[in-house]
């Protein structure tokens, strides 16, 4: 499939997804020039008119939504058998591998996520349209953070013709409502239920029902209480736990009665006024009230037929076995009467002895001092509740913090009393959770942060020829591999750019000189280029390209420009310079500034009697000389010498 073109404008580029019905196809729709998302029937439904009439019904349903939060159709086609789907293109994840990499989700995310969810279902149901199949597989997860719903497959337009639906359940059993589990009508309150899932699955990092099989699953949504998200995360506010308890109850009647009223609960339900309510109940009905019952069905009926078949056949073998009895009683001799009275009346006292003490048996059910087990590996803590008389219930869950098979939590808790043969539910450790290492290389730095900071990862820095500065360049552990962050070294290296090294100062110095300095900072010299200057003769007075202080790369020729020897214009001058003093030690500085250079100290000495000292000074037609006499650290005299004046 990868490389065709379908409906002459839709090139498939890459498989991204797929479900139970279709695959999942990133595309280029060349004619508008954009992303799209192929969806195509799987094969071996391709002659199936069924799964084809619920494919179209797909396109349909979705195609008549226009929603910020549902991910809009594009086109529906048909080509060599392949029916296919074109819908908009959302770069990002689904909400499920956001939980599976993160766990539970922080609740201020978890509720924004819930609330565009409900703003799609909303729409949804006003436009006639219930999805039915609600999980975080069918929620993406937009880079911008918008939360949009996808795979309207087997959604349902409700309208007063059809109103049921039979042979088959269609949905995902860890995400269905209890009228879904028994094959009953699917309504807007069922995404309300599936959605309660999604959010229980967010705020605790695991769905509330699981089994060895999609039945015994569906039985558990029928039958079964969830446990509550704060014995499994403590930090829930009550107010949030209140939301999934309404958006979770069996009985559609006590649920929200929509999911604009299942937002606006959520909107508010994190205000500080609310984080403490509590906790929600359904106040049910008493024994008379209407009651929601199951339909009753042929098999039923015809159950119900041999078992009153069965009863009446006892019941004719009973009046068989009392006329034969009511014959022999009349040969009976008169003293058995009173005989049979008083063995009937003892009999019916030891009855009533033996039901008075199985009855107070059966009510009076003895109470024992809940242990402590929390801390426990599982097996002891197990062990200890059946040794006295309770029965473990098992739940687990990653944690960072505490050991494989530790109990992280009981309840009820310790130290409360409890009856005998009372359930315990143990939140049991799964141990570290192993996260899988992103794709890091060619990645901007900035990222490191964003994905790996909680990890505390080591980055190092290398220059690089290929790789820019702050791109990282190497990652260990390698992307796609799964470590636990506990005991993996996480190192992230980043790019420096090209290597290089900072340009020494050669003007001034011998050519030797400069080629050692050269050497040791790994760079060469290069052409070495005799010039006229103000230097002396042998000095290089230029460096070509790199001045000094700037960057070059590791093993750059370096041109030298060295002096020949003054030029041809240049003047060259002795001064006898007196300095007087006091027959006293005194420090004498001479500075010259001349054609070859500013404020040059030529002379500093201390001398104890005056002296005279010669003064060598090199003027050029644009730079005069200039003596200055310093004695003791103090300024004492400044004489010119002008260029026109030297001979």
């Known amino acids: 499939?990868?490389?065709?073109?379908?409906?002459?404008?839709?090139?498939?580029?890459?498989r991204v997804g797929g479900g139970g019905m279709a695959v999942v196809y990133k595309a280029h729709d060349n004619l508008l020039n954009r992303t799209v998302a192929l969806k195509i029937l799987r094969s071996q439904f391709g002659h199936d008119d069924d799964f084809i009439t619920r494919f179209r019904r797909e396109a349909q349903a979705a195609a008549s939504l226009s929603h910020a939060n549902v991910v809009n159709v594009y086109d529906v086609g048909v080509e060599d058998d392949i029916q296919y789907i074109v819908m908009e293109y959302v770069e990002g994840q689904t909400l499920k591998e956001l939980i599976i990499d993160q766990g539970a989700l922080p609740v201020e995310q978890a509720v924004e996520i819930a609330m565009q969810i409900c703003d799609a279902l909303e729409h949804a149901h006003h436009n006639h349209i219930i999805h039915r199949d609600i999980k975080p597989h069918n929620i993406l997860m937009g880079k911008n953070g918008r939360v949009k719903v996808t795979d309207f497959g087997i959604a349902r337009a409700v309208s007063s013709a059809t109103i049921t639906h039979t042979g088959s359940v269609i949905g995902s059993v860890h995400y269905f409502s209890p009228e879904q589990a028994r094959g009953g009508i699917s309504g807007e309150k069922s995404d309300i239920y599936s959605l309660g899932i999604v959010l229980y699955e967010m705020i605790t990092g695991s769905v509330p029902f699981s089994g060895d099989s999609p039945i015994s699953v569906a039985l558990k949504h029928l039958q079964e209480e969830i446990i509550a998200p704060r014995e499994i995360n403590p930090s829930l506010p009550q107010s949030l736990e209140n939301v999934v308890l309404r958006a979770l109850v069996k009985d559609p009647l006590y649920r929200y009665q929509s999911a604009r009223e299942m937002q606006l609960d959520l909107k508010t339900c994190l205000n500080l006024e609310r984080l403490n309510e509590p906790k929600f109940v359904v106040e049910h009905d008493d024994e008379e009230a209407t009651r929601m019952v199951p339909a009753i069905t042929p098999a039923m009926l015809r159950e119900h037929e041999m078992s009153m078949k069965e009863d009446e056949a006892e019941?004719?073998?009973?009046?068989?076995?009392?006329?034969?009895?009511?014959?022999?009683?009349?040969?009976?001799?008169?003293?058995?009467?009173p005989a049979s009275w008083t063995g009937f009346i003892t009999l019916l006292i030891i009855a009533l002895i033996y039901s008075f003490n199985l009855l107070i048996g059966m009510i009076y059910v003895p109470e024992l001092v809940m242990p402590s087990v929390e801390g426990m590996p599982l097996e002891e803590a197990q062990n200890e509740l059946i040794a006295k008389g309770l029965k473990p219930v098992v739940h687990t869950r990653p944690s960072d913090e505490i050991p494989e098979n530790e109990v992280i939590r009981q309840s009820p808790p310790a130290d409360m009393r409890v009856k005998k043969n009372s359930e315990v539910i143990l939140i049991v450790s799964q141990?570290?959770?192993?996260?899988?290492?992103?794709k890091m290389i060619a990645e901007s730095e900035e990222l490191i942060e964003e994905l790996l900071g909680r990890y505390n990862p080591t980055i190092e820095r290398k220059s690089s020829d290929e790789y820019a500065a702050g791109i990282i360049m190497a990652q260990q552990p390698p992307e796609g591999e799964m470590f636990l962050p506990s005991g993996t070294d996480i190192i992230i290296t980043v790019s420096r750019g090209k290597e290089t090294v900072r340009m020494p100062t050669l003007i001034g110095l011998k050519v030797r000189e400069a080629e050692n300095l050269l050497r040791e900072n790994g760079l060469k010299r290069g052409k070495i280029k005799e010039e006229p200057s103000y230097m002396e003769k042998g000095t290089v007075f230029r460096q070509y390209p790199f001045q000094p202080g700037s960057q070059a790369s590791p093993g750059t020729e370096i041109e030298l420009g060295v002096s020949s020897g003054y030029p041809s214009e240049a003047k060259t001058v002795t001064e006898p310079v007196l300095v007087l003093v006091d027959d006293e030690p005194t420090d004498i500085r001479i500075v010259v500034t001349d054609a070859r250079g500013k404020n040059r100290e030529l002379i500093k000495k201390t001398i104890q009697q005056s002296d005279t000292?010669?003064?060598?000074?090199?003027?050029?037609?644009?730079?005069?000389?200039?003596?200055?006499?310093?004695?003791?650290?103090?300024?004492i005299e400044r004489r010119p010498v002008p260029y026109e004046d030297v001979s």
Not at 317 to 335: A, C, F, L, M
Not at 624 to 633: A, L, P, R
């Open 1 to 14: 499939m990868i490389g065709r073109r379908l409906g002459g404008r839709y090139e498939v580029k890459q």
């Open 315 to 337: 019941q004719e073998e009973q009046v068989v076995e009392d006329g034969d009895s009511s014959i022999s009683t009349k040969q009976r001799p008169k003293w058995v009467k």
């Open 431 to 438: 141990g570290e959770k192993e996260v899988m290492m992103p």
């Open 613 to 635: 000292f010669d003064v060598e000074v090199v003027v050029s037609p644009t730079q005069d000389g200039t003596i200055m006499i310093y004695k003791n650290g103090e300024f």
